[in-house]
C-alpha cells in the first residue's frame, strides 16, 4: 500500500461526530438535571408548608443590653433538637448564612446579612454544646456551636460556626450560664 492511499484511506475513515444525535443527547440531559431542581425546589417548598405552623421568628428588643460575647462566622441552620437531619425550613430558619451573633443579658441576637435576622430571648434559651454536625453540614468533633432554644411548643437546635473555633468553648459556657440564671429568676 502505498502512502498516499493510506493517507486517503485515513481521511475517509475520520467521520465528524453525528451533531443531531449529541445535540439531542445534550438537551435530554439538561432537561433531566432541570427536572432534578424543580423537584428539590418542591421538596423544599413543602417542607416550608408542613412547618407553617411555626411562629413568627422574635425581632430583637430596642435596647438588648451590654454584649458579653460577639461571634463572627456562618449560620449552617437549624433542626427539630435532638434530630440533626430534621432541618427547618420555615421563616427562613433553613437558609444558609454568614452571621453576627451577639450574647446579652437580654438573650441571642442573630444578625445574618441577606436573610432574615431573629432573636432568642434569654428566658428561651435551653444550652448549648459543641457538635460534629448539623443537616447539611458535618465537620469534625466539636467543630460546631449547637444552641438548643424553645420556640412555640418546639425545641430547636441552630448550628453555627466561628470564624475562629477556639471561641465556641467561651460560648457554651456563657450561654450554659445563663441559661442557669434565667431558670433560677423564673422560680
Known amino acids: 500500500m502505498t502512502p498516499l492511499v493510506f493517507i486517503a484511506e ?8 453525528d451533531w443531531s ?17 424543580w423537584l428539590m425546589r418542591q421538596g423544599w417548598k413543602w417542607r416550608g408548608t408542613l412547618q407553617s405552623g411555626l411562629p413568627e421568628l422574635p425581632p430583637a428588643p430596642e435596647e438588648p443590653g451590654e454584649p458579653k460575647l460577639t461571634l463572627s462566622g456562618r449560620y449552617h441552620g437549624s433542626t427539630t433538637a435532638g434530630q440533626w437531619l430534621d ?6 430558619l433553613g437558609t444558609r448564612s454568614r452571621v453576627e451573633l451577639t450574647l446579652t ?5 442573630v444578625v445574618r446579612p441577606g436573610a432574615t435576622d431573629f432573636f432568642v430571648p434569654a428566658e428561651q434559651l435551653r444550652g448549648a454544646r459543641l457538635d460534629k454536625g448539623i443537616a447539611g453540614k458535618v465537620l469534625t468533633e466539636g467543630g460546631l456551636l449547637v444552641v438548643t432554644w424553645a420556640h412555640g411548643d418546639k425545641l430547636i437546635d441552630s448550628g453555627f460556626r466561628s470564624d475562629r473555633s477556639a471561641e465556641h468553648a ?3 459556657e456563657a450561654i450554659n450560664t445563663l441559661n442557669i440564671s434565667t431558670e433560677g429568676a423564673a422560680r
Open 10 to 17: 485515513a481521511k475517509e475513515s475520520a467521520q465528524v461526530t
Open 21 to 37: 444525535d449529541r445535540i439531542g443527547w445534550i438537551v435530554g440531559l439538561l432537561l433531566f438535571i432541570t427536572l432534578l431542581y
Open 87 to 92: 432541618r427547618i425550613v420555615a421563616h427562613g
Open 105 to 109: 443579658d437580654a438573650g441571642l441576637d
Open 170 to 172: 467561651d460560648w457554651v
